[in-house]
């Protein structure tokens, strides 16, 4: 007969060895389920292959921090820790987080320290709570800081569509953690890894010779401004990424169109901004000036791809404001913003991955386009007006004189017309069945190929303004009239990220979350039931289990006596 002892000390080594077998499996063998339905846990594969790029640990420190959050940024703050730990989980190398008040800094560093946070799109939020005494502002930090042992950069998690409600702009704030998380870790492991060319030599840029855009691509891509005479051939032009054409006022020629045309059919990128009227903003005061047709000597390529930019501009009643002398206040002259409906704040968006999410884009002169067959070719509207819309066609008049007067609505009557069309597929050549330029051989000829453009009907939409004391260059999407920041600064960087790698981590912004709110009616009618059945509820199963558990063990015991 086997002695207690032994048969007990043998299942504490069998409980212990299994212990330690389970805890090597563990570390040998790493999986995670996620059962939840829209796959909250899981990330996409352009994340997964970001992170195992990694070759050094990260750090993130979390900036939404505060006392008393109001719910809806308690689970934002809770949604961004998951992500950093879900991130951690599928890397190579640890990813660490923690809570960093900015206001904790000391006050001789504090303001540098916001203003750095600024330079990474981080805006200070004031937000209201509610306290017993009454109503109290609270500046929040709503971004995130990612560093290494030697750099460090920053994103903005909070951000949604103009209209969205709160609830709205929460969820989708959380549908983008995934891509802001990873779009950060990729700036700190894959700076300025991709070309982008800005086409030069036909009056493009002429605001800001490209700053705008220079400025907010700048630290993400490598740009250079290319000469487009000094492109002899089309391989000339396939070491960049993104090509950018930004407001020609000048005609290309067919040797040009040729090899923007090969350039497209070979896998190239063609960012095509451009006017359909020329419009002197300068000549508008008094009796005003005409906004006439520009010709850029692209038109027949872009009708080829199945667009066309027409010779009109587009009025919107959800507009800017332009600045007109008022008079004077005293000695001081007075700059008026009036009602302008040629600039256009462009709130309607597509659920796409360049512009899901997106906040107003502002458009200043914008022309309409239309979409003509074309095989083989996706045509993707990302931008769109408002209800109350219309179109001008050339000759239009454009002057000041005409700020004082009130739009009427009904003379608004369309809605929705895009203003930037994303063209995808298998593009057919302008050249196909003609006589090739001067100076190019057949031999190296594409009929078809397959290539992405993007068309926008104004030419200044990149370009950014100017401040009005200085007339030093604005960022991008800063407009001193309005005095606001528009969204066409992350619009160019979403943009651009997808064109150079559609199946990136640009993709991730397909992710999206159901908001499964609580019926406020039912919560009021039933909050007694519910209270009651999870208090009393867990007891009862836990005597009635217990007393039919207790009834067993007498029953057998009593019997083995007898």
Known sequence: MKKPGIHKSRSILFLFGGIVLLFLLANLVRFRIDLTEEKRFSLHPATLQLLDQLDQPLHVDILLTGQNLPGGMRRLQKSIEETVRTFNAYSNQKISFSYFDPLSVVDSLQEEFIYSLVDYGINPTNLTIARNTGQEAQLIFPGILVSDDTYETGALILKGERGMNEDQILNSSIENLEFELANAIRKLINPNSTAIALLMGHGEMQEDEGFGLVEA??????????????????????????????????????QEVYLLDQYVLRGGNLVVLADGVSVDVEQAGGEGTFAMPLENGLENLLFKYGIRINNDLIQDLNFGYFPVMGGNFGNQEQLVPLPWPFYIQASRVQQHPITKGLDVVYFRFASSLDTVMAEGIKKTPLLFTSDFSRILPAPVRVAFSDLDRQPEVKDFPLQNLPLAYLLEGEFTSLFKNRFLPEGFSKDEFKENGTGKVVVIGDGELFQSQKAIQSGAPLTLGEDPFNQTTFANKLFLKNLAQYLQNPEGIISTRTRTLQIRPLNKVKTAQQKTYWQTLNVLAPVLVLIVVGGLISTRRKRKYSKKIN
């Open 217 to 254: 691509l700048d630290g993400e891509f490598e740009i250079f401004k290319v000469p487009m005479e000094q492109a002899k051939k089309v391989e000339d032009l396939q070491n960049f990424s993104v090509l950018f054409i930004e407001g020609p006022q000048e005609s290309y020629s067919e």
